[in-house]
């Protein structure tokens, strides 16, 4: 403010001292920058890109911190913009290597909050934080507890140029009647639209066969499918299936009032609440109650969501049930 008190002529109040050439700076820094009175940030995302080609991406965090803490950036969010891929550089290794799991990918979007928090630490160490810093991202708190979650991570560990091959050379083989209930789906799905399907057939008419397209096609877009089958056996023929039971928790004593065994906080019900798509295949090997349960639990699971869920069958997932309904 010193600086601009310097040069600014009439000022009469705070605001007045932060407009340069009638525009409103939110920060004094950035009018001083706009006066031509700082270095151009784009020296600093020089300084990043260069030291980026014999540095970690640890040191490049330790390098921006210290420009952000000696005041030197007017702007520290364009910096940011231009140099997070170098300062994330090496945020999928630790992962990887701390989760335990070596397939993992991540999003630019977990990229970014992963190394958000890694930068806020060394701010915390240096009695800063990035709220500090007028305009700077903060890390996504729910993709943190996504990110942790090793239900969520096995479900996002597919490889996506697999599942993509696998669609592509199946998808021409469909025929008319599964492709129909394929793009309706799809659709549903694409269009976060709430759906319950039946899919009649039986033994040999082509189901397993839709329900692996789908996974497929789901999981190359990086969505999650959960795939049960009433039975062990029939489980085993869907790409990541489980029995219903175990993966929903289903008791084998069942009433009218059974709920199943998934606490609303619990990794489970965050995947249940993250899962695009369910296909339940040999359901009608399954006892109603069964369904019942599940309807409860999951209307229960995904009021964290939205309080109107619990209006909607099975709290208001797409969900596809499977089989010989004769
Ligand atoms: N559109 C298709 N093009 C080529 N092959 C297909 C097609 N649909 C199904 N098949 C093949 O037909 C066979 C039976 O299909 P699938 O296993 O999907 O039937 P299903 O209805 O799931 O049977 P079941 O209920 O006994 O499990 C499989 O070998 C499958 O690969």
């Given at each position: 403010?010193?600086?601009?008190?310097?040069?600014?002529?009439?000022?009469?109040?705070?605001?007045?001292?932060?407009?340069?050439?009638?525009?409103?700076?939110?920060?004094?820094?950035?009018?001083?920058?706009?006066?031509?009175?700082?270095?151009?940030?784009?020296?600093?995302?020089?300084?990043?890109?260069e030291a980026a080609e014999l540095?970690?991406?640890?040191?490049?965090?330790k390098l921006f911190v210290s420009l952000l803490i000696s005041g030197s950036v007017s702007r520290p969010v364009l910096v940011w913009n231009q140099t997070w891929k170098y300062l994330s550089d090496d945020i999928i290794y630790y992962r990887r290597s701390e989760l335990h799991f070596p397939g993992i990918t991540m999003t630019d979007e977990e990229l970014q909050t992963?190394?958000?928090?890694?930068?806020?630490?060394?701010?915390?160490?240096?009695?800063?934080?990035?709220?500090?810093?007028?305009?700077?991202?903060?890390?996504?708190?729910?993709?943190?507890?996504?990110?942790?979650?090793?239900?969520?991570?096995?479900?996002l560990e597919y490889d996506?140029?697999?599942?993509?091959?696998?669609?592509?050379?199946?998808?021409?083989?469909?025929?008319?009647?599964?492709?129909s209930i394929y793009d309706r789906i799809i659709h549903c799905v694409t269009n976060k639209e709430h759906g319950l399907f039946f899919i009649y057939g039986f033994g040999g008419t082509g189901k397993t066969f839709l329900y692996r397209l789908l996974?497929?096609?789901?999981?190359?877009?990086?969505r999650i499918v959960i795939n049960v089958?009433?039975?062990?056996?029939?489980?085993?023929?869907l790409p990541g299936g489980k029995t219903a039971h175990s993966m929903f928790g289903i008791p084998i004593e069942l009433n009218e009032d059974t709920i199943c065994r998934i606490p609303k906080d619990s990794p489970k019900a965050d995947l249940i609440r993250l899962a695009e798509l369910i296909i339940w295949d040999e359901a009608p090997m399954t006892n109603k109650l069964a369904f019942e349960a599940l309807d409860r639990s999951f209307r229960d699971i995904m009021t964290s969501i939205s309080v109107s869920n619990k209006d909607l069958p099975f709290g208001g997932k797409i969900i596809v049930l499977g089989g010989d309904f004769r």
């Open positions: 403010m010193r600086m601009l008190l310097n040069v600014q002529r009439g000022c009469t109040s705070f605001r007045s001292i932060r407009t340069v050439n009638s525009v409103l700076y939110d920060t004094f820094q950035e009018a001083c920058s706009a006066m031509g009175f700082l270095i151009d940030d784009n020296e600093f995302v020089l300084a990043i890109n540095s970690s991406g640890t040191q490049l965090r992963f190394c958000l928090i890694e930068i806020e630490k060394l701010l915390q160490a240096n009695g800063k934080s990035l709220r500090d810093f007028a305009g700077m991202p903060l890390p996504n708190v729910n993709l943190v507890s996504q990110f942790s979650n090793s239900l969520v991570l096995r479900e996506i140029s697999v599942m993509l091959e696998e669609h592509d050379s199946n998808f021409s083989k469909l025929n008319e009647e599964q492709k996974s497929a096609k789901l999981r190359s877009q990086r089958a009433s039975s062990g056996i029939a489980s085993l023929l």
